[in-house]
Structures are given as C-alpha cells and as structure tokens.
C-alpha cells in the first residue's frame, strides 16, 4: 500500500518535472536585432522564469530559412519572407520551463502586430506584419523540429539555476 503511493507520488513528480521540460524555439529577427531589442525579448523570458537552454547569433543563407519557413513555400510573401530573415543576423534561442511553447507565443503576441495586445512583445514593439521582430515555435513537434534545424546538440544547455526552487513549487 505503501509502496504503491510512493510509486504514484513518483510517477506525478516525474510528470511535473517532464513538463518543466518543454523547450520552445524564440528568434529574434533581423529587424529586432537592428532595433536593439534582443535583450528586451530575452529580459522578458528570462524574468517570467524560463530557462535559457541555447544561444546564438547567427546569420544563415536562404536554404536554411527556406527549410525554416518550409510551411509557408506557397504563400505570395514567401520570397519577400526569406529576403527579410536573410537581410542581417538573427538570434536564436530556445527557452525552457512549463508550458513553454504556448507561454512562449502568447508572449510574442500574435502574427499580426496591430492585432497584437499591448504587453506583448510585438504589441509593444512593432507595427507591420513583415517586420514582426520575433520567432516562436507554434507547438511542441514543430519546437523539436526548429530547435533540432537551429542548434546542433552540444550547443544546448542542461543546467539548474538557482532559481529553480523559486520559480516551481
Ligand atoms: P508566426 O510568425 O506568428 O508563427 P506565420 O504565419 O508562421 O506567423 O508566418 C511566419 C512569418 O511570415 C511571420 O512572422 C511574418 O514575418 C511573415 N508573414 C506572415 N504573414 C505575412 C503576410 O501576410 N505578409 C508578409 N509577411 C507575413
Ligand atoms: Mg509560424
């Protein structure tokens, strides 16, 4: 009986600690980084409680951004798309922590940043939808796709701030 409650209680603890496991893919874009706004991006992730796993700049060519983007190869701005994310360098991210992938686009606001709240990152900063600054993955597969495209493993991070028992209960 005992022994049955500690392997419950385990197995929700393991469940907990799986989900403050989910890591999304954040970019900040070519004109957020001309616009100086990548460590305001980063300051709002990093204050909310999720951890930053990998971090970099970088400036890749069209093939990259057109695998990236793959998803969007038919629509009419898909070139205007790609000569944009192509025109400077990026910083790409990917953040880590409960809920990360959903927290992470609430956060950025949405596609469109005149339909975006105020307080989010494209309602605060931005204005035309081709220059919306930042990049966050739509869902959990998509965020293990982009984060697998972006960083090649030894340039993750696994490590536990010191935060860590403050952030989670
Ligand atoms: P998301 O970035 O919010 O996920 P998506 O629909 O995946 O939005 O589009 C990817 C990016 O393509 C957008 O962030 C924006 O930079 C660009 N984009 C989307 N729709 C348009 C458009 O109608 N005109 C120009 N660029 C667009
Ligand atoms: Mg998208």
């Known amino acids: 009986m005992v022994a049955t409650l500690l392997h419950i209680l385990v197995g929700f603890s393991k469940m907990a600690d799986d989900k403050r496991k989910e890591r999304t893919f954040i970019m900040v874009k070519p004109d957020g980084v001309q616009r100086g706004l990548v460590g305001e991006i980063m300051k709002r992730f990093e204050a909310r409680g999720y951890k930053l796993v990998g971090c970099k700049m970088c400036q890749p060519g ?31 991210m990917a953040w880590e922590g409960t809920d990360a992938v959903k927290q992470g686009r609430k956060m950025l606001g949405e596609t469109k940043p005149l339909e975006s709240q105020p307080g989010t990152i494209r309602g605060d900063f931005c204005i035309d939808v081709g220059r ?33 028992n403050w952030v989670y209960e």
């Open 62 to 92: 069209a093939e990259h951004l057109k695998e990236h983007y793959v998803d969007l190869k038919s629509k009419p701005f898909f070139p205007g798309l790609i000569e944009y994310m192509t025109s400077g360098p990026v910083v790409a």
């Open 132 to 164: 919306n600054i930042c990049h966050g993955s739509d869902g959990v597969e998509s965020a293990k796709k982009e984060i697998a495209h972006w960083f090649k493993e030894g340039e993750l991070m696994s490590w536990t701030p010191c935060e860590f």
